[in-house]
């Protein structure tokens, strides 16, 4: 089957990659449509760094066909080089030259032609919001604003599909949405195909047509964000016990209640929107059940939570969660 | 990329001025503060016995500040930009050389003008003067490449620095400050057969008039020695790292 008929920007068939003994991926298959934004969820060594880097052509694959805009990364890397775009956790600027140097630069090794350029490296700079900064050296930027002029230099070639590896990581929320909103409109704007790997769930939510969970090299869930979402539980709230007796007594008690048992600590997941009602019934049951909790938390469904359901562990013993402690 | 490197040399120009003035610095110490002494070993004035071996200093010093370069763009990332774009990997390591040879020519020339200064009398045609700067050239470019692969392995700029070190003591253990024949044994023979040694007495030869011997044949298959096999040391290793 002819890849390019069937308009696919991204095809990947049983992508296998092995580091000496130990095997980080293990037959993935993945197809994203042009236009499309695409997610790779996953924690930390899940093997998402590595999936970005053969569909890059940084890393060669030990087996399966790869290709992008019908191109095989293996045996046409160049032509493959003309189309993407990538941006890693560590922006690839050139921290001795200002921005507009970085940004002229690129043009520069793409042989861009000189007026064109010179339009360009405006543009850009003007779009990531850079114009100001763009005549100081880039190694005083500061941590948003170093990865807007990485990806700034990503787009300069005029990329078909944009790779984005853990675009947001380490910013703090403001820049985090600002990346999340540049991106949104680049793809609005140019119908660049976006594929992206994420540790959060959030950004996956946002930003994402269809996401993929990458657990321990391979692909355990792949849908859009309702989809899985509905497979997980949802705003629920979260109650502790002192002991499974009372626990027990308060799932009696509660209908709709889960046992959610992390470790030694007994927990029971309600479903609720967390809102005073819902809060106030389930206090209300558990009173009438003549149990009482130790703790009581909202919580919005997390990666955990994702990783919980699909795979029965959590994504990594210290993923930070969503707790909004309420009593104790 | 040539002009990538000249733009970051101009930002950054307190590394240059540290490489090129260290070894001016060198010149005026052993010029003034050893030459008079040394004048019994040499004949006629130490300065001119001293200021072709110090020009072979340039390109050793150029070389800490080449892989500390190579080392800073593998590890801070810039180079998987390169990498993922549809222009030769190699570019990259061609830049940095070529940057290092243009400043491997300006300082070897500043060099050359502080000892004129100081009262460097050479004696060259030319012809000889080309010779002689072709050769400096050849050699910048084998020892950059050598210093090109220190840099590629390397696990950070800090180290890089330290990976030439043996490079730039070399030309203290040749004959660029002293005759060998007043070394001890075991050092004099190592004098004899580093290639600091015959390229010294090549460009002295050239410069100054003296005999050059064989060690014009001797220098030309170090050049290429070394840079052969600094080119095919660098590109293994700069291949090696694609999966």
Redesign the interface.
């Known amino acids: 089957m002819s890849d390019t008929t069937t308009g696919s920007a991204i095809t990947v068939r049983g992508l296998r990659k092995s580091y000496g003994e130990r095997r980080v991926l293990d037959g993935i298959d993945l197809t994203v449509g042009r236009g499309d934004i695409f997610a790779l969820l996953g924690p930390n060594g899940a093997g998402k760094t590595t999936t970005v880097q053969i569909l890059t052509t940084l890393r060669r694959a030990d087996a399966g066909e790869i290709t992008i805009c019908g191109h095989d990364v293996a045996s046409a890397a160049d032509r493959v080089r003309e189309l993407i775009g990538v941006t890693g956790q560590f922006a690839a600027v050139d921290g001795l030259l200002t921005g507009r140097e970085n940004l002229r630069l690129v043009a520069d090794l793409l042989h861009l032609p000189k007026t064109r350029a010179t339009r360009l490296v405006d543009e850009l700079l003007a779009r990531f919001d850079l114009a100001a900064a763009a005549d100081r050296v880039a190694g005083g930027y500061s941590g948003g604003m170093t990865r807007r002029l990485d990806l700034a230099m990503t787009l300069v070639g005029g990329p078909r599909v944009l790779f984005l590896d853990e675009p947001t990581t380490g910013l703090d929320p403001r820049s985090r949405r600002a990346v999340w909103q540049t991106i949104a409109e680049l793809v609005a704007d140019t119908g660049v195909t976006v594929f992206l790997t994420t540790q959060y769930l959030e950004e996956a939510d946002q930003l994402a047509d269809r996401i993929a969970v990458l657990d321990g090299g391979r692909i355990v869930a792949e849908g859009t964000a309702e989809e899985l979402k509905r497979l997980v539980p949802g705003h629920h709230i979260r109650l502790e016990f002192a002991d499974r007796s009372d626990l027990h007594a308060a799932a009696a008690g509660l209908p709709g209640s889960r046992v959610v048992d992390e470790g030694d600590r007994p927990a029971l997941a309600v479903p609720g929107d967390g809102g005073v009602r819902a809060l106030r019934a389930v206090l209300d049951d558990l009173d009438r059940a003549g149990v009482e909790a130790t703790a009581l938390a909202v919580r919005t469904p997390t990666l955990d939570d994702v990783f919980l359901t699909l795979t029965g562990h959590p994504a990594a013993p210290t993923t930070a969660t969503a707790d909004k402690e309420i009593a104790r | 990329?040539l002009?990538?490197n000249l733009?970051?040399a101009v930002?950054?120009p307190s590394l240059i001025i540290s490489i090129i003035v260290m070894p001016v610095v060198l010149l005026l110490v052993f010029a003034f503060v050893f030459g008079g002494a040394l004048e019994a070993a040499t004949e006629g004035e130490y300065i001119d016995y001293l200021a072709p071996g110090m020009l072979l200093m340039i390109p050793a010093y150029l070389m800490a500040s080449l892989a500390v370069q190579i080392a800073t763009d593998t590890t801070?990332?810039?180079?998987?930009?390169?990498?993922?774009?549809?222009?030769a990997p190699a570019?990259m390591l061609a830049g940095h050389v070529g940057g290092t040879l243009v400043l491997g020519l300006l300082g070897s020339g500043a060099m050359a003008l502080v000892a004129l200064l100081i009262g460097w009398r050479p004696d060259a045609e030319p012809v000889e003067w080309l010779a002689a700067a072709g050769l400096l050239a050849l050699f910048t470019f084998a020892l950059a490449w050598i210093a090109v692969g220190m840099g590629l392995i390397s696990p950070n700029p800090e180290s890089a620095s330290n990976l030439p070190l043996p490079f730039i003591l070399l030309p203290f253990l040749g004959s660029g400050l002293v005759a060998t024949d007043t070394m001890p044994a075991g050092l004099r023979q190592f004098a004899e057969y580093q290639p600091f040694t015959p390229m010294t007495e090549t460009i002295r030869g050239l410069l100054m008039g003296t005999e050059i011997g064989g060690s014009a044949v001797v220098a030309l298959a170090w050049c290429l020695g070394l840079g052969v096999i600094g080119f095919v040391w660098s590109a293994r290793v700069f291949a090696r790292r694609?999966?």
Request: charged content about 35%; overall charge positive; cysteine-free.
């Open positions: 990329m002009r990538r733009r970051q930002r950054y801070k990332g810039i180079v998987n930009r390169f990498r993922t774009m549809p222009i570019s694609d999966g």
